[in-house]
Nanobody, 119 residues
Framework: QVRLVESGGKLVHPGGSLRLSCAAP???????????VGWYRQAPGKQRELVAS???????RYADSVKGRFTISRDNSRKMVYLYMNSLKSEDTAVYYC??????????WGQGTQVTVSS
């Protein structure tokens, strides 16, 4: 597995923006580059759901609920994954988790970062 560390979650007002970061501090570039990465979230009382994913070849996918508002990106040289969130809504409130995997690396998860959207 790959150790992942999320950061950037906090309390924001509706309509606000936030950037989440996910670091793979112990990975080497040659290990990180082939990973498919993603962001998931879990709200209280709900199942964990995919928010956005980005393959090693650059194909992205988004949940319908965040299309046009969220953007996933990665910086392979820095071993980082980002989630840019705009026009935040109260229903975006959740713990956000970073995920990474490949044919050689099993599903890896970070500890999560709390995002709260509230006035």
């Amino acid at each position: 597995q790959v150790r992942l560390v999320e950061s950037g979650g906090k309390l924001v007002h509706p309509g606000g923006s936030l950037r989440l970061s996910c670091a793979a501090p112990r990975a080497i570039t040659s290990t990180f580059r082939p990973l498919d990465v993603g962001w998931y979230r879990q709200a209280p009382g709900k199942q964990r759901e995919l928010v956005a994913s980005l393959t090693s070849s650059g194909t992205s996918r988004y949940a319908d609920s965040v299309k046009g508002r969220f953007t996933i990106s990665r910086d392979n040289s820095r071993k980082m994954v980002y989630l840019y969130m705009n026009s935040l809504k109260s229903e975006d409130t959740a713990v956000y988790y970073c995920n990474a995997k490949s044919d050689q690396v099993p599903d890896s998860w970070g500890q999560g970062t709390q995002v709260t959207v509230s006035s």
